[in-house]
C-alpha cells in the first residue's frame, strides 16, 4: 500500500476508540475505570523504564559491534576526500586543492571552521559566500561526509541522524577532525567510537526505547485486564450512568492503545529507514488523527 492509503491509519485509530469506549461502557465505571488508570500507568511505565534503561541497553550490547563497523570504513584521507568531493558538489565551481585541505584538516590548532570558511570564499579569488552562510556550508559538509562514512556500514536511518546530531552541534567536529584525518600509522578506532558514542547512537537508542514501549505496555495492559477482571468480576452495571462513564473511561484506554500503536509504526518506520511503502513519514503526515500520536512518539 501507498501514500494513498493514509486513510488506514485513522480507520485503525477510530477503530480502536471505538472498541475500547463500547468494552468499557459495557463493563461499567468500575471495571473501565480500572482498566483506563491501568493503560495510563502502563504508558508512563513503559516510556519512563524504556526511556532510562535504552542507553544503557545499546551499550551493552550494540555499541562494541558499531564501534568495529565504522573503524572499518574510515580509511587514509577518507574525511578530506569525501570533504572534497562535497565542496565540488556545491555548484559555484569550486575545485578543491587537495594539498590545501590537507594542511587544514592537519592542523593542530583547531580553527577548521574559519579555515574552511577563508578558503571556500578564497578558493577562485573571490568571495562566495556571506560569512554565516559560509559557516552553513562548512558545517553541512561535515554532517554530508559523516553521514556517507556510517552509511558504508548501517542503515540509512542511522546516517540521518547523525547527519541531523552534526546540525544540531557542529562543535564536536573539532574533537574529531584531528582523530579522523590521520596519516599512514593513524588508528581508526577513536574517531570510529567518536562517531559511534556521539553520532549513531541515538538511532540505536531511539530503536530500544521503541521496541521497550512495546514489550512493556503490553506486558502492563495484560497484567491490567487481569486485574479488572479479578477484582470487578462482580461488579455489573446497572445504571444508565455506569455505563457512559464506563464508556468515557474508554477514551483514555483507547488513547493510551493507540500511543503504543504509534510507537510500533515508528519502529517500523525506523527499522525500513522510512523507506517502507506503508510504514514511512510521508503516509503518515496526510493522516487526520494519527499523526498527532505519530509526531509525539517521533519526540522519544
Known amino acids: 500500500m501507498g501514500s494513498q492509503f493514509w486513510w488506514f491509519y485513522d480507520i485503525i485509530a ?42 544503557s541497553a545499546y551499550r551493552n550490547t550494540m555499541r562494541s559491534s558499531n564501534i568495529k563497523k565504522v573503524s572499518k570504513v574510515i580509511k587514509k584521507d577518507v574525511f578530506m576526500n569525501k570533504y572534497s568531493a562535497y565542496l565540488e558538489s556545491l ?48 558545517h553541512e559538509g561535515y554532517a554530508v561526509v559523516v553521514s556517507e562514512i556510517v552509511s558504508q556500514c548501517m542503515s540509512k536511518y ?3 541522524v547523525a547527519a541531523n ?11 574529531l577532525i584531528p582523530m579522523i584525518h590521520y596519516r599512514e600509522d593513524g588508528d581508526p578506532v577513536p574517531p570510529a567510537k567518536f562517531i559511534t558514542d556521539n553520532y549513531t547512537a541515538p538511532a540505536y537508542v531511539t530503536i530500544y526505547k521503541l521496541t521497550g514501549i512495546v514489550i512493556i505496555f503490553a506486558a502492563a495492559l495484560l497484567l491490567t485486564l487481569f486485574t479488572s477482571f479479578s477484582i470487578a468480576s462482580k461488579s455489573e452495571p446497572t445504571r444508565t450512568s455506569e455505563y457512559i462513564i464506563g464508556g468515557f473511561t474508554g477514551v ?22 522510512n523507506e517502507m511503502l506503508f510504514f514511512n513519514n510521508e503516509v503518515i503526515d496526510k493522516s487526520i488523527i494519527f499523526k498527532y500520536f505519530y509526531n509525539i512518539v517521533s519526540k522519544i
Open 158 to 160: 542511522t546516517a540521518e
Open 252 to 273: 483514555f484506554t483507547g488513547a493510551a492503545i493507540i500511543f503504543v500503536a504509534a510507537a510500533l509504526v515508528r519502529l517500523w518506520a525506523v527499522l525500513g529507514s
Open 165 to 175: 546530531e552534526i546540525r544540531r552541534d557542529p562543535s564536536g567536529m573539532n574533537e
Open 91 to 138: 555548484g559555484v565551481n569550486i575545485t578543491p586543492s587537495t594539498e590545501k585541505l590537507d594542511s587544514i584538516f592537519s592542523s593542530k590548532e583547531g580553527n577548521y571552521d574559519e579555515a574552511l570558511c577563508s578558503y571556500i570564499n578564497n578558493v577562485n579569488g573571490r568571495r562566495i559566500y556571506e560569512d554565516d552562510e559560509a559557516l552553513e556550508v562548512v
Open 14 to 55: 477510530i477503530a480502536i476508540l471505538l472498541i475500547c469506549i463500547f468494552l468499557s461502557a459495557k463493563r461499567g465505571v468500575l471495571r473501565g475505570s480500572i482498566a483506563a488508570v491501568g493503560c495510563v500507568i502502563a504508558i508512563a511505565l513503559a516510556f519512563g523504564v524504556s526511556t532510562s534503561a535504552a542507553d
